[in-house]
């Protein structure tokens, strides 16, 4: 089952112009099974995306991107609406305490171009980021990014024995679907999407639009 675990929407989060019913469109044109809804800070109310997925013919499953000190940390299996700034700590208790899943977003954005690819990052060096130690998965593939960074995710996450997840961090209807999770099993509701997750029943593949 192939679902892009990480999609903005507008007007949820500010940053994005995808329309939620463009999107679905869209996703069904790619031939996606299920699309993920994460918002920056905030999660949909679960009646309105009952009332999209009933009318998709696609499973739509919510998610959240919370900021943290450590960055950005997609969210599933927790769903609260938090606007502050999270202490990656205070974020790792509260989504364990929900039996949560965390993974790291896009970790390695940006590593050439501020500088540190010019450090020679090793893969060692880059094991060592503190988020690590507090993420259930690593996202190896995102849409926004170049693929030396996500193959540093990838060779970071392998050597770490993490997981590996793929998603487009859309934020336009252009961008939909270039990096999805494959799931080895039908997914049919959130509660099983987290468990699969659990599972690490899954990977990371990217995709031609
Ligand atoms: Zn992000
Ligand atoms: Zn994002």
Not at 41 to 61: H, R
Not at 72 to 88: A, N, Q, R, S, T
Not at 108 to 114: I, L, N, Q
Request: glycine share 8%.
């Amino acid at each position: 089952m192939k679902i892009d675990l990480h999609i903005h929407t507008s007007p949820l989060s500010a940053c994005s112009y995808i329309d939620p019913q463009e999107l679905i469109q869209e996703a069904r044109r790619l031939q996606l099974d299920g699309i993920c809804l994460t918002e920056h800070q905030v999660v949909w109310d679960p009646d309105e995306v009952d009332k999209l997925a009933a009318e998709a013919g696609i499973s739509i499953f919510r998610g959240n991107e919370f900021t943290t000190n450590q960055g950005d940390i997609l969210v599933f299996g927790f769903y609260e609406d938090i606007k502050e700034l999270l202490i990656i700590q205070d974020l790792r208790e509260k989504v364990t305490a929900a039996d949560g899943y965390m993974i790291v977003a896009h970790p390695f954005r940006g590593f050439k171009t501020f500088g540190i690819g010019q450090l020679q990052l090793t893969v060692e060096q880059a094991c060592k980021r503190k988020v690590l130690e507090f993420v259930d998965a690593v996202e190896i593939g995102n849409g926004k990014l170049s693929p030396e960074e996500n193959n540093m995710a990838r060779k970071v996450a392998e050597k770490l024995g993490l997981p590996g997840t793929g998603g487009s961090d859309a934020h336009r209807v252009d961008e939909v679907g270039t990096w999805v999770t494959v799931f080895e099993k039908e997914i049919e509701s959130e509660i099983e999407l987290v468990q699969e997750l659990h599972a690490g029943r899954f990977r990371a593949v990217k995709q031609d639009r």
